[in-house]
């Protein structure tokens, strides 16, 4: 976040001093490099350890929100702050059509837990929504498992804080989940709207519901897209792939074996 709230002259300051810097999105690169000399902003993402979420093909349900006693899985991982936008997905939840059958799953703390419980009973939904609170890895990788759909919210905080190009997002798409998500930072990035995901508008609850309506209903397309995710995470968000250009800049040979 400190791209985003640092001071310009102090980012070119510090982009002055360094003999090179990385950086996790493209977003944070076309910014960065703008303010440094030619060369010294190198784009690096995350990466996801393929090994550690390795895809288990299993056949789910083709739930379509028709069943009460079946419903679809929707989850959300992510602290409980202001730039995730939680309180944006329980106002959408709280838009879908009365025939659709859901459960939100919330996997993370955050200062925000007791404030957003609260404003799920005062939209009629807190019956519905499961806080997990701060899962493990292997925890959060049977949550990956069992839901049907992931949803994020990702917004700009006041202070100008947000998102750089979120973790779970991957995750969630390694093990083929369809996500919908906000179309800011770094997200389109690794989202491609209508490709291998949906993407609305930052504090849109209406078009974030409306997103996530289309996709309860539709077994098929989650499938599709979330088929469509997995296999752009492997093939550009590995961590090997990734990885090898921060040894290239430590001067060293190959980092993968």
Do not use: M
Not at 50 to 76: A, H
Not at 145 to 152: G, K, Y
């Amino acid at each position: 976040k400190d791209i985003w709230t640092t001071p310009e002259w102090e980012k070119r300051e510090k982009l002055a001093d360094c003999e090179w810097l990385a950086t996790c999105t493209a977003l944070n690169h076309a910014h960065l490099a703008a303010l440094a000399p030619p060369g010294r902003v190198e784009l690096v993402y995350h990466g996801l350890d393929l090994l550690r979420f390795s895809f288990e093909k299993t056949e789910k349900q083709t739930k379509n929100g028709n069943d009460p006693d079946n419903p679809v899985i929707i989850l959300s991982v992510g602290r409980l702050v202001e730039k995730k936008g939680t309180d944006i997905l329980l106002e959408a939840l709280a838009r879908l059509p009365k025939k659709l059958h859901w459960r939100l799953v919330h996997a993370g703390g955050g200062p925000l837990k007791d404030q957003l419980q609260r404003r799920a009973t005062a939209l009629g939904i807190a019956a519905r929504v499961q806080w997990r609170g701060a899962r493990t890895q292997v925890e959060l990788l049977a949550e990956y498992r069992t839901a049907d759909l992931f949803a994020l919210a990702s917004r700009v905080a006041r202070d100008g804080d947000r998102d750089g190009l979120p973790n779970v997002l991957a995750e969630a798409q390694s093990q083929g989940l369809a996500c919908v998500a906000t179309a800011i930072s770094g997200i389109p990035e690794l989202v491609e709207d209508g490709r291998s995901g949906l993407l609305v508008a930052p504090e849109s609850p209406a078009a974030f519901a409306r997103a996530l309506a289309t996709l309860i209903a539709d077994p098929a397309r989650r499938r599709a897209l979330g088929e469509a995710g997995r296999r752009r995470v492997r093939a550009e968000f590995g961590l090997e792939e990734n990885i090898e250009r921060l040894a290239r800049r430590f001067g060293l040979g190959s980092a993968v074996k």
